[in-house]
């Protein structure tokens, strides 16, 4: 059997990235944004630099200068990304509708495709992949809810949150007190963690839904007469 009809999750996703994207390219984080993004996380862990080297080392006005530049770059690497996403969340809400309807239509014949392919395989072999999908996407839901107690929800204002402490405490942030200063970089990495984890759930979600319309596909398939 050769690797093309042999189901695997890693063939499904390969089939999936290989769709088009159609209209809904559009909230798809450009490559730049991405880069923009991954310098942002690494400034947020230079900016922890200085709060630790505080306790080993006399405490100078360079350490500020550090933590401010650091934060700086945090809020400027992120800055582009956070104003094009409600940018798009704006451009995407006057215009739903039609853009809905043209992803819609972008996508069916696409999906179509892929589900005639699962259709064919074993239904014992697409079963089994649909209860490991539901069970894994199942324990992710509870550990991103035991993780985060629903936060998940807020989007960006843990982030928006963090930067206002550091913001009131920009000339003297080697003063903060520490439970604002775990509170401030608890949030961002909450951030990051819950958007990796939100990004998974959505994957698990669209294979779990593929698999169980291919199983319905093959049951009225086999029900027909032949």
Request: hydrophobic residues 50%.
């Amino acid at each position: 059997m050769s690797s093309n009809d042999a189901l695997s999750f890693t063939e499904l996703d390969r089939r999936l990235r290989e769709m088009p994207d159609g209209p809904a390219s559009i909230l798809d984080t450009p490559r730049m944004y991405r880069f923009a993004n991954m310098v942002g996380a690494a400034a947020a862990v230079f900016m922890l630099i200085p709060f630790l080297l505080v306790h080993v080392m006399t405490p100078g006005r360079w350490m500020i200068m550090w933590a401010q530049i650091s934060f700086s770059i945090f809020l400027l690497a992120l800055m582009p990304g956070i104003v094009r996403s409600y940018g798009v969340l704006g451009w995407s809400l006057w215009t739903w509708r039609a853009d809905q309807v043209s992803q819609l239509d972008h996508d069916t014949p696409l999906f179509r495709t892929i589900l005639m392919w699962l259709s064919q395989r074993p239904r014992t072999v697409l079963e089994e992949h649909q209860r490991v999908a539901r069970l894994v996407l199942n324990q992710m839901s509870v550990k991103i809810g035991m993780f985060t107690g629903g936060l998940e929800r807020l989007g960006l204002l843990p982030v928006l949150a963090s930067a206002y402490l550091f913001f009131r405490n920009w000339d003297e942030l080697m003063d903060m007190p520490y439970w604002q200063i775990m509170i401030g970089f608890g949030l961002i990495l909450l951030y990051f963690v819950m958007m990796v984890a939100n990004l998974k759930r959505i994957r698990l979600q669209l294979y779990e839904s593929l698999l169980s319309e291919a199983l319905a596909m093959k049951g009225r398939r086999e029900r027909e007469p032949s």
